[in-house]
């Protein structure tokens, strides 16, 4: 066998690990970021989500030992990083699926 086939089937291996891997996350998780993002579009459109003011009487509606809660929790540092880690957990089960 000749170095440079060799050296081609090297490139082969390497090519068809980027075609495996790279391109075909990429292209899904375009597709997944274009698909939230129209999606919350088109739901903040059709009135789904709350406006300003009705979340800010919801929150003036708590206790004070609600917010004292919240506060020991920690509950605005928290709450998205458990729902970071939740997307993220999704992420790679179904990344692994693939």
Do not use: C, H
């Not at 899904?28 to 274009?34: G, P, S």
């Not at 579009?41 to 059709?46: E, G, R």
């Not at 880690?85 to 693939?98: D, H, S």
């Amino acid at each position: 066998m000749s170095f440079v086939a060799i050296i081609i089937s090297g490139l082969n291996a390497i090519l068809g690990w980027l075609l495996r891997t790279i391109v075909i996350k990429f292209v899904f998780f375009t597709a997944l970021f274009v698909l939230a993002s129209e999606a919350i579009s088109y739901l903040s459109n059709a009135g789904i989500f709350p406006d300003g003011s009705s979340i800010s009487t919801a929150l003036q509606s708590l206790s004070p030992s609600v917010w004292w809660g919240l506060d020991l929790f920690a509950f605005d540092i928290g709450f998205p990083m458990i729902l970071s880690a939740f997307t993220l957990r999704w992420i790679i089960k179904f990344m692994r699926g693939m």
